[in-house]
């Protein structure tokens, strides 16, 4: 039986080694996160077997099970992109190496308190919401100097960078129109904190809008595992 995750991985990662040679990128400048969220376990291995190792986990109790279904997967990188109740900040901070989607300083504070001393420092993104939808989660632009500041004083956390969940549109000018103002948004956060190399955009849908603004992570779901229920 042909293994489709392993050719829609491919496929994928293909699609990252065009848009970024049109975009005159170096591909290995783009990492790819795959968003396993309500997949089975199983799903998660035929990736892995095919190499992947980043996978993004959107819903805390789901993502934790699998972490542990999986810890003998040691080399998994798993990264956390979901919204964030605050009673829930624990798990992630215990059981995910990235956190995608801070908000607001109260999480961030939470996470620097509950990560293990023994874990190596929580990366971060900040999340923005660069469309300024009330659907989305995320800080409004001009509030990002101002958390990043805070979060970069944290022992416990690592700021790399920012995440965005632009607004849902097939055309592609206005795909790039949300991304060069995230992509300008990452400028200005790296210029100041010199770590900072993550510019979190780019889904299934517009991953080659992402790509030619900037994105050096895309978190692609439906693109390798199918349309989710
Ligand atoms: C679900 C999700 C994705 C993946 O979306 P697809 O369209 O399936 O590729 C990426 N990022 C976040 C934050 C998500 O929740």
Known sequence: MSNTIANHLENTLYQISVAAKLAQRDPATIQLLAVSKTKPVSDLVLAYQAGQRHFGENY???GVEKTLALAHLNDIIWHFIGPIQSNKSKFIAQHFAWC????????????????????????????????????????????LMSIAAEIE????????????IPKASDDYATQLSSFGRLAALYEQLKTRYPQVDTLSMGMSGDLNAAIASGSTMVRVGTGIFGKRQ
């Open 60 to 62: 805390v109790q789901e």
């Open 100 to 143: 995608h989607s801070i908000d607001r300083l109260k999480i961030a504070q939470r996470l620097n308190n509950q990560r293990l001393p023994s874990q190596a420092p929580l990366q971060i993104c900040i999340q923005i919401n660069i469309d300024n939808e009330a659907s989305k989660a995320g800080i409004a632009p001009e509030d």
């Open 153 to 164: 004083q944290m022992e416990h956390l690592t700021l790399r960078g920012i995440m965005a």
